[in-house]
């Protein structure tokens, strides 16, 4: 079953990753609400050769996007 196969090589299986963070902290945070939320797509060719990424690793790779904003971001990222 091609579902439940086993990737044995190491790497990335994707062209874009897009990473996303919730800033607020106060009792107004609603993590359901995408309005809320920062997104940082970035092209998986411009990732450091690593495991992790903190969020300053994120921010120098992209500028944060609304969600409303996300499709024409990942877009853009991926025909540039």
Known sequence: ?????????????????????????DRSADHGDASQWEFYPAKASNLPDQKTIGLNGVRQLSASVTFLGLRAEIDRVLNF
């Open 1 to 25: 079953d091609e579902a439940n196969k086993r990737i044995e090589s190491k790497g990335r299986f994707a062209d874009i990753y897009v990473f996303a963070f919730h800033p607020r902290t």
